[in-house]
């Protein structure tokens, strides 16, 4: 009884065991897929444009730190900004430690 089970579910000797095989694959490709579109493509977009927006910094401009400090940017070096947080205070703060650009309107 259990011999004839056995027989029965081995795999066939014809072409069909490997066009399964490609067939298994399918799925984890197409979630491979759907994650780079939604999680990995995005993700590479914003440190590209947040690279840019970095590299565009000039004297002047008011800004942002990811620690939530609003300044105005004194001196712009290397790696570093010299950043004005209130009267005769600056702070010497790293690029990328910026985390955004404030409009005008913004105060």
Excluded at 22 to 50: E, S, T, W
Excluded at 56 to 79: P, Q, S, W
């Amino acid at each position: 009884m259990f011999t004839e089970l056995a027989y029965a579910m081995a795999p066939s000797q014809g072409g069909e065991g490997q066009g399964a095989g490609l067939m298994g694959f399918l799925p984890l490709i197409f979630i491979f897929v759907i994650f780079y579109f939604l999680l990995i493509r995005p993700q590479q977009k914003k440190a590209k444009d947040h690279k840019a927006m970095l590299e565009n910094l000039k004297k002047g401009e008011k800004i942002v730190t990811t620690g939530g400090v609003y300044g105005v940017i004194e001196d712009v070096r290397a790696n570093t900004f010299i950043v004005k947080i209130a009267e005769n205070v600056k702070i010497k703060l790293g690029k990328p430690y910026i985390a955004a650009v404030r409009h005008a309107d913004d105060d």
